[in-house]
């Protein structure tokens, strides 16, 4: 199966600070990716969908300058938490799927924010 | 809006024993299922996925789960477990966005644990 890599695979910061998480598609072209948040022992949620070259879509209720999206590739994504609080802390996990993947979504191993 | 439930947040099952784990969702339409299991360090992978046709599906590793529109269920199980199965499993229910590609809502997970 196709392979995605998330760095880092985990960060701890100070609260105000912002943290940049990248999410790479190693072995194909990643049309559209996706970013998930997920609580301890809860479900992973949706924060947005993003496509290359346009613009991310939140999900309700996800603040788009607190999470700054970017597909600038075709094989990377980053997601930016910016002015981090002790709240944002939770595990960050990617997706990545692309027009030859049959619709399957390639997950990233996540990376775990913790903010001080 | 569409919902998964997983009952069970946890279960244990002795090694070589079978394994059924539950999954409900909610959906207007017909729905896209998912089961995927999640290891620590690693990335969700697809066990197997319902989209049409034969409601017993197959899957990787020996899986296979049986879709009852009736009951609105998706049941996953394994007829022998082995103790590498030790995970958290989710059920996931897909909708479709206009890029074509699965969005996808994710129930609250099921952490087997296997017993020798």
């Known amino acids: 199966g196709a392979v995605v890599s998330q760095h880092p695979s985990w960060v701890i910061c100070k609260s105000g600070t912002s943290v940049k998480i990248e999410c790479r598609s190693l072995?194909?072209?990643?049309?559209?990716m996706f970013w998930y948040r997920q609580f301890p022992k809860q479900s992973l949620m949706l924060m947005a969908t993003?496509?290359?070259?346009?613009?991310?879509?939140?999900e309700q209720g996800v603040e788009k300058d607190k999470f700054l999206i970017n597909h600038a590739s075709l094989t990377l994504s980053t997601l930016t938490v910016t002015s981090a609080h002790p709240e944002d802390s939770s595990f960050y996990i990617c997706?990545?799927?692309?027009?030859?993947?049959?619709?399957?979504?390639?997950f990233g191993p996540g990376t775990r924010l913790t903010v001080l | 809006a569409q919902s998964v439930t997983q009952p069970d947040i946890h279960i244990t099952v002795s090694e070589g024993a079978s394994l059924e784990l539950r999954c409900n969702y909610s959906?207007?339409?017909?729905?896209?299922l998912f089961w995927y299991v999640q290891s620590p360090g690693q990335g969700l992978q697809l066990l197997l996925k319902?989209?049409?046709?034969?409601?017993l599906v197959q899957g990787i590793k020996g899986f296979e789960a049986e879709f009852k529109r009736s009951q609105s269920s998706f049941n996953l199980r394994k007829p022998s477990v082995h103790w590498s199965d030790a995970a958290e499993y989710f059920c996931?229910?897909?909708?479709?966005?206009?890029?074509?590609?699965?969005?996808?809502?994710f129930g609250t997970g099921t952490r087997l644990l296997v017993s020798p």
């Open positions: 997706s990545a799927t692309g027009p030859r993947e049959g619709d399957e979504q390639f």
């Open positions: 072995d194909f072209q990643a049309t559209t």
């Open positions: 993003s496509n290359e070259g346009s613009k991310a879509t939140y």
């Open positions: 959906y207007g339409a017909t729905p896209y």
């Open positions: 319902y989209f049409s046709g034969d409601t």
């Open positions: 996931a229910v897909g909708t479709s966005m206009n890029t074509g590609f699965q969005k996808l809502v």
